[in-house]
C-alpha cells in the first residue's frame, strides 16, 4: 500500500531524533560531477575518506549527495554497492546523508563514460542534470525512472545512515518551469510505494509562493529550501515558511560576496532552527568557488562564491572553521 505525506507530528518527532543537522553539499575534488563521482572508473575512495575526515574536524554531521541515473541505468548494482562503501565512509566519521536523486541543472543532454574537464575559470561548468532534459519530458522513459527510485530508495529506505530523500534538486532549473512538476510528483509516487522510513523533500529555490513551489511544499515530509540571499532575504524567508510549521532544512546557502556568509547566516538558522547545507567543501574540479558570473579564462577570484577548503586540506578562512565548530556546541532543539 502506498503510503502518505507524513504527519506534522510525525516530521516533528524525525526532527528530535536527529538534531540539528549541519552539512555541505558533497562532490570530492577529483570529480567534475556526480557522474564522475559514482562512474566505477572515477570513483574515489581515498579522497572520499580523507575530505570526509575534514568535514567531521569541523563537526558537520551530514552531506547532501547526488546520485545520478545514468550511473545507476548502467550497472544499478554495481552503483549501489559503491553507494554502501560511500555510506560506510561517511558513518564512520560522525556523517549522515541526504541524497539527491533527480537534478535539473545545467548539462541537459548527459552521457554516461569519461566527462570532460572543467573550464578554466566557470563555476560548475560540467555539471550533469540527472536523468537529463529528454528523459524528464518523455514519459516513455518514466519506466526506467520509476524503477531507479523504487531500486534506491527500497535498497536503502531502512537504512540509519541515509537521514532524509531529496527526491529532485531544483525542478524546473534551465528553464523547464511546470514541465518538471509531473515528474516531481510521480518521484513522490514512487518513493512512498516503497514506505522509506525517513522524510521526503524536493526544496524550494525560486519563487516561493508560485503554484509549484507550494506543491513542493505540499508533497514534502519536512520542507526544504535554497537560498544565497543577503541576510535580510534569509530572514524574510524564514520568516515566511516556518509558517508551514514543518522542520525546516536550507540544502544550498553560501554566496560570500552578497553578504551570505556562515557569520551571517548560520546564527539566523540557529534562531529559526533550521538545519544546513552549504555548497561546497573541498575546492576541486567543480570549481564551485568561482562565481556564476564568471567567464571561461577568468582567474580565480579574490572571495571565494563557495567551498570551505583548499584542495590541501587547508581552510579558506580560518574563521569560518572555528565559528563552525563553536556553533556546533549548542542545539537549537530542546
Known sequence: MTSTRWSEEKAWQWQQKVGWLRGCNYVPRTA??????????????????????????????SVRVFLHYLVWEAEPEAFKQRLDRFLQIA??????????????????????????????????????????????????AWTGLEAYVKDIVGSFGNDERVVVWDLYNEPGMEDMGEKSLPLV????????????????????????????????????????????????????????????????????????????????IVPLFFQHRIGWYFWGLVAGKTQAYCHWSAKPGDPPPDVWQHDLFHPDGTPYDPSEVELLREWAKRTPFS
Not at 36 to 50: G, P, R, S, V
Request: charged letters at 25%; glycine letters at 4%.
Open 32 to 61: 567534475v560531477n556526480t557522474i564522475e563521482m559514482w562512474q566505477a572508473e572515477t570513483f574515489d575512495e581515498e579522497t572520499i575518506e580523507q575530505e570526509l575526515g575534514w568535514a567531521q574536524a569541523v563537526c558537520l554531521n
Open 185 to 264: 510528483e510521480a518521484s513522490f509516487e514512487w518513493a512512498r510505494e516503497v514506505a522509506p522510513s525517513q522524510p521526503l523533500t524536493v526544496g524550494m529555490w525560486a519563487n516561493f509562493e508560485d503554484t509549484m513551489h507550494r506543491r513542493f511544499a505540499e508533497l514534502s515530509d519536512v520542507i526544504s529550501f535554497h537560498t544565497y540571499s543577503p541576510p535580510e532575504e534569509v530572514r524574510e524567508t524564514a520568516d515566511r515558511i516556518i509558517r508551514l510549521n514543518r522542520p525546516l532544512l536550507c540544502t544550498e546557502f553560501l554566496c560570500r560576496y552578497r553578504g551570505n556568509t556562515f557569520a551571517n
Open 91 to 140: 558513518q564512520r566519521h560522525g556523517i549522515r546523508a541526504m541524497l539527491v536523486l533527480f537534478d535539473d541543472c545545467f548539462n541537459k543532454e548527459p552521457k554516461i563514460g569519461p566527462q570532460e574537464p572543467p573550464i578554466p575559470g566557470v563555476c560548475l561548468s560540467r555539471w550533469a542534470a540527472s536523468p537529463g532534459r529528454p528523459r524528464v519530458l518523455d514519459r516513455t
